[in-house]
């Protein structure tokens, strides 16, 4: 059998995130594969910088978290395919979640992951969903 989590267990894990990204994070789209970890240095071009707002993520509820404060809004500073995401700190320092990215697909999912400079960007879904039920 598998470790299986509470409800209030698996919130509690997701607000953590919330708390420990803390206010107004960076969600940067990048070219290209994601790098092995958040460690690692970012590979691929900058395509877009967003600034979250302070309270990005609604508390947990029934093991998930939804995007809150949207939706999330940009502008692409170059063209490209979107490869994959980075979830930084407000100040750019700490890289805290990375995923890939697709058109329909991917841990973000974009209606067009291909952007032209200057296009207008909008998220207004995402959610994390805690393992383990």
Not at 50 to 67: K, Q, V
């Amino acid at each position: 059998m598998a470790i299986q989590f509470s409800t209030a267990v698996r919130n509690g894990r997701l607000n953590a995130i919330a708390t420990a990204v803390g206010a107004s994070p960076k969600l940067v789209l990048y070219t290209g594969s994601p790098p092995a970890n958040c460690v690692a240095g970012a590979t691929g071009t900058v395509l877009a910088t967003l600034t979250l707002p302070s309270s990005w993520l609604n508390a947990a509820s029934s093991g998930s978290a939804t995007e809150a404060g949207g939706p999330w809004l940009g502008a692409a500073v170059a063209g490209g395919v979107i490869g994959y995401f980075r979830l930084w700190d407000s100040s750019l320092t700490n890289c805290h979640m990375q995923g890939t990215v697709g058109q329909g697909s991917g841990d973000l999912s974009f209606d067009n992951a291909t952007l032209v400079n200057l296009q207008n960007i909008q998220v207004t879904t995402f959610t994390l969903t805690d393992a383990n039920a």
